[in-house]
């Protein structure tokens, strides 16, 4: 008999329509149930895709011709019996906002899970008992949803090489209660950091033929024993953690912008000619998300992404800029944020010719209204900078850092910052840092018809927020409230 084993989450959340996903522990088929009742009394069948061994026995249900900002209930089943009476409550969704409708929201963001190395999934819970008090509409997470390289809190006392090892590295990570419960009923956006596939990880071409890892993570696994295969990087291993990458995070996700080969039969290739990459856009109401791939391109000292997704960032930028008031440009790694001593260099100050443009692309094309959403530092902050534009009046970019969910925290940020000084900053002010576990919460609401960007951060179990910074997009004044 095949069971669900991960899952029911909800992905690709949208005005009309929704991804309902889940994974089994065999061959099958997944049927959507979606109603307006609790004990889903009026569910209606609306869709059913196949499990099959090619893509782990996950699957995703596209939920189409839903009504904008509405709240359904949803079930997830292996038979077309319908839902039996008198269960439930069902979880639920509330559908998006049409697009570039002003109206007031929240969504929470944080990366970084690896439940058991610290308060054992006290964040996520936290996380769910604030969802309805906040009235949050979703969640952005930025990575490192699994550990897939930490062999002592991965679930395998290994490094993961195969499939397979990837596929359990998620079913222990994410099978965490406190996992299932908080994104059962908080629909999710998810992109890659680097642990889906090893730590700080890099091709080492573009030709795209192999990765590779910081030169003391060889030396550490061999003193702890680790399999031959864990001690470089091959294609093979990356293949296999883009394909579960795919099985549980991409395969839900909007529809990306330029899908790698293999996409449309769940089988991503990595071919080293394709452009393809993992990158997305959704809107929520008033509201633009470009989420970055900043990762399946990345070529080691030369590339952090590659022209496709240039091209369709910059487009981006372009398109939303007059239509929406906040934008939300979202990076598994900072931009904006340095430390000393960061001698990896893993994040966007490696890449500096770069992060010039990506603030030049906006202070040249003055894209009012920019907001950095990031993670992976395992500590978090608020970031403040002016950029120059070409006729002298500043622009206002911000950014928001919210990591770990759980992790070992990183008290060296507290510190250890140092001033980004690169073209075209102008002005820099860290607002605050903090180094527990947490998660972000952004709300936004219009004030007098303009909008108010609010980010506060939440620890595991105050019910008030530790930090929170107002920003004004549009008015470059800004205001500073500490919780
Ligand atoms: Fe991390």
């Given at each position: 008999m095949t069971r669900i084993i991960l899952g029911p989450l909800i992905g690709g959340l949208r005005h009309n329509g929704v991804n309902l996903w889940a994974r089994a522990d065999g061959d099958g088929m997944l049927y959507a149930w979606v109603g307006r009742k609790a004990d889903l009394s009026d569910a209606k069948l609306v869709g059913a895709s196949l499990l099959v061994a090619a893509a782990g026995y996950a699957a995703r249900v596209p939920v189409h011709g839903l009504e904008p900002a509405t709240t359904y209930h949803y079930t997830l089943t292996l038979t077309d019996r319908p839902p039996a009476?008198?269960?439930?409550?069902?979880?639920?969704?509330?559908?998006?906002?049409?697009?570039?409708?002003?109206?007031?929201?929240?969504?929470?963001?944080?990366?970084?899970?690896?439940p058991g190395i610290s308060n054992n999934g006290k964040t996520l819970w936290h996380l769910e008992d604030l969802r309805k008090p906040l009235d949050l509409r979703f969640l952005l997470m930025l990575g490192d949803q699994i550990y897939a390289d930490a062999w002592w809190g991965n679930g395998l006392n290994r490094v993961a090489l195969t499939e397979d090892d990837y596929r359990a590295v998620y079913l222990h990570t994410w099978g965490h209660p406190a996992w299932q419960t908080a994104t059962r009923s908080l629909p999710v956006f998810m992109i890659l950091d680097d642990h889906e596939v090893d730590d700080d990880w890099a091709w080492t071409s573009s030709e795209r033929y192999e990765g590779r890892i910081p030169w003391w993570h060889p030396i550490l696994r061999r003193l702890k024993k680790q399999p031959p295969e864990a001690l470089h990087l091959s294609h093979r291993r990356i293949q296999a953690a883009i394909q579960t990458y795919w099985e549980h995070q991409a395969m839900h996700a909007p529809p990306l912008i330029h899908p790698p080969e293999g996409v449309k039969h769940d089988r991503p290739l990595l071919l080293t000619t394709d452009d393809g990459h993992f990158a997305y856009t959704f809107t929520y109401g008033p509201a633009a998300f470009f989420v970055m791939d900043t990762r399946t391109q990345r070529v080691y000292k030369q590339r952090m992404l590659n022209r496709a997704q240039w091209e369709a960032l910059e487009t981006w930028l372009l398109e939303v800029k007059d239509q929406f008031p906040v934008k939300f440009i979202v990076s598994s790694v900072s931009v904006l944020f340095e430390m000393w001593g960061d001698f990896t260099r893993d994040r966007w100050n490696g890449y500096p010719d770069e992060r010039r443009r990506l603030l030049h692309l906006i202070a040249a094309n003055r894209v009012q209204g920019v907001h950095i959403l990031t993670g992976d530092l395992h500590s978090s902050h608020a970031v403040e900078a002016t950029l120059q534009t070409p006729e002298g009046k500043p622009i206002t970019v911000w950014e928001f850092c919210a990591s770990p969910f759980e992790q070992a925290t990183n008290k060296l940020a507290l510190f250890d910052a140092r001033k980004v000084r690169t073209y075209p900053i102008r002005s820099y002010r860290i607002h605050f840092r903090f180094a527990q576990p947490n998660f972000g919460v952004v709300q936004i609401q219009f004030k007098q018809g303009k909008p108010q960007v609010r980010f506060s951060i939440y620890d595991d179990h105050h019910p008030e927020p530790r930090y929170s910074v107002l920003t004004t997009p549009g008015e470059g004044q800004n205001n500073l409230n500490r919780g």
């Amino acid at each position: 008999m095949t069971r669900i084993i991960l899952g029911p989450l909800i992905g690709g959340l949208r005005h009309n329509g929704v991804n309902l996903w889940a994974r089994a522990d065999g061959d099958g088929m997944l049927y959507a149930w979606v109603g307006r009742k609790a004990d889903l009394s009026d569910a209606k069948l609306v869709g059913a895709s196949l499990l099959v061994a090619a893509a782990g026995y996950a699957a995703r249900v596209p939920v189409h011709g839903l009504e904008p900002a509405t709240t359904y209930h949803y079930t997830l089943t292996l038979t077309d019996r319908p839902p039996a009476a008198g269960q439930g409550p069902y979880p639920s969704f509330t559908t998006a906002p049409l697009p570039g409708e002003r109206t007031d929201f929240a969504f929470a963001f944080g990366s970084c899970f690896m439940p058991g190395i610290s308060n054992n999934g006290k964040t996520l819970w936290h996380l769910e008992d604030l969802r309805k008090p906040l009235d949050l509409r979703f969640l952005l997470m930025l990575g490192d949803q699994i550990y897939a390289d930490a062999w002592w809190g991965n679930g395998l006392n290994r490094v993961a090489l195969t499939e397979d090892d990837y596929r359990a590295v998620y079913l222990h990570t994410w099978g965490h209660p406190a996992w299932q419960t908080a994104t059962r009923s908080l629909p999710v956006f998810m992109i890659l950091d680097d642990h889906e596939v090893d730590d700080d990880w890099a091709w080492t071409s573009s030709e795209r033929y192999e990765g590779r890892i910081p030169w003391w993570h060889p030396i550490l696994r061999r003193l702890k024993k680790q399999p031959p295969e864990a001690l470089h990087l091959s294609h093979r291993r990356i293949q296999a953690a883009i394909q579960t990458y795919w099985e549980h995070q991409a395969m839900h996700a909007p529809p990306l912008i330029h899908p790698p080969e293999g996409v449309k039969h769940d089988r991503p290739l990595l071919l080293t000619t394709d452009d393809g990459h993992f990158a997305y856009t959704f809107t929520y109401g008033p509201a633009a998300f470009f989420v970055m791939d900043t990762r399946t391109q990345r070529v080691y000292k030369q590339r952090m992404l590659n022209r496709a997704q240039w091209e369709a960032l910059e487009t981006w930028l372009l398109e939303v800029k007059d239509q929406f008031p906040v934008k939300f440009i979202v990076s598994s790694v900072s931009v904006l944020f340095e430390m000393w001593g960061d001698f990896t260099r893993d994040r966007w100050n490696g890449y500096p010719d770069e992060r010039r443009r990506l603030l030049h692309l906006i202070a040249a094309n003055r894209v009012q209204g920019v907001h950095i959403l990031t993670g992976d530092l395992h500590s978090s902050h608020a970031v403040e900078a002016t950029l120059q534009t070409p006729e002298g009046k500043p622009i206002t970019v911000w950014e928001f850092c919210a990591s770990p969910f759980e992790q070992a925290t990183n008290k060296l940020a507290l510190f250890d910052a140092r001033k980004v000084r690169t073209y075209p900053i102008r002005s820099y002010r860290i607002h605050f840092r903090f180094a527990q576990p947490n998660f972000g919460v952004v709300q936004i609401q219009f004030k007098q018809g303009k909008p108010q960007v609010r980010f506060s951060i939440y620890d595991d179990h105050h019910p008030e927020p530790r930090y929170s910074v107002l920003t004004t997009p549009g008015e470059g004044q800004n205001n500073l409230n500490r919780g």
